[in-house]
């Protein structure tokens, strides 16, 4: 009896030879970020054009995952604010795509400005708030680029969202203010109405707001600092392609697309 009692206090004391070391929380990498947002984002296209061909509870999946999107998109945008080498070059590349990716867009997606546009004016946004001595003169300029940006794709929210993300002091409130805008002022206000009418597309956006754009926290909050692969290029030709490719194909099946803007 003692014998065991001597081994049992050995083996508890350490731990029957292995060693217990502490979990590591996980960490992502600004390349892990941005393959998020392209299988994400083209989740949501899919879900738009196929719309009335694709099955409803997989509709729903999609849109809640397209959700994703953007929020990842404002928050790399405002880190490679804070890391480019040339910020005239990092805006150059916006607006070449932007211009390029119009063209698709606008004959498979939607007749306002393209996301490429929006996270152009919310980068000179950021450049306005470091730049501008005045605040009351920021604030009239700021209000002007949310104005302009309510032509695009996310509208008003997405320079509000990047310039929070870049002056919230606390790290993780940075990440969950601008979320947790999208949610109280988009996708509550969807399920309202959703709940009142029963319609199926309202909820889809209800999904795509509170769903989707909730999961991205634990994403960003993971996020370790680290470049990881360089992918840059990859993904500024990613979308005009896939939107393209996206939209030839959903006009092959006869899907409804919108009618052009002249």
Not at 54 to 71: E, I, K, Q, R
Not at 83 to 112: C, E, I, K, M, N
Not at 251 to 256: D, H, L, P, T
Request: glycine share 6%; with cysteine.
């Amino acid at each position: 009896m003692r014998r065991s009692a001597r081994r049992t206090r050995s083996c508890a004391s350490a731990s029957c030879g292995r060693e217990t070391r502490p979990l590591k929380p996980p960490s992502i990498s600004a390349f892990t970020l941005k393959v998020v947002a392209i299988v994400a984002m083209t989740c949501n296209h899919a879900a738009y054009l196929f719309d009335g061909v694709m099955p409803a509870p997989l509709l729903f999946v999609f849109y809640a995952v397209g959700g994703l999107t953007f929020p990842i998109m404002a928050f790399l945008l405002v880190e490679g604010y804070r890391h480019t080498s040339s910020l005239r070059r990092y805006a150059g590349r916006l607006l070449v795509f932007a211009l390029v990716s119009q063209v698709p867009y606008w004959l498979f997606l939607a007749h306002t400005g393209n996301v490429l546009f929006t996270l152009l004016i919310s980068l000179f946004a950021l450049y306005l708030y470091d730049a501008m001595q005045s605040r009351p003169l920021f604030w009239l300029a700021f209000a002007g680029l949310v104005l302009l940006s309510a032509v695009c794709d996310w509208g008003v929210f997405g320079p509000i969202m990047v310039l929070m993300m870049r002056t919230v002091p606390d790290e993780r409130l940075r990440i969950v203010y601008p979320i947790v805008l999208v949610m109280l002022a988009s996708g509550i206000p969807q399920l309202l109405e959703f709940l009142a009418t029963r319609d199926l597309m309202t909820l889809s956006f209800a999904l795509y707001a509170l769903l989707g754009s909730a999961a991205d926290m634990p994403l960003l909050m993971a996020y370790d600092g680290r470049r990881g692969r360089p992918m840059k290029w990859f993904f500024y030709a990613y979308y005009p392609a896939h939107i393209a490719v996206l939209g030839l194909v959903a006009m092959g099946m006869g899907a409804n697309l919108p009618l052009p803007p002249w």
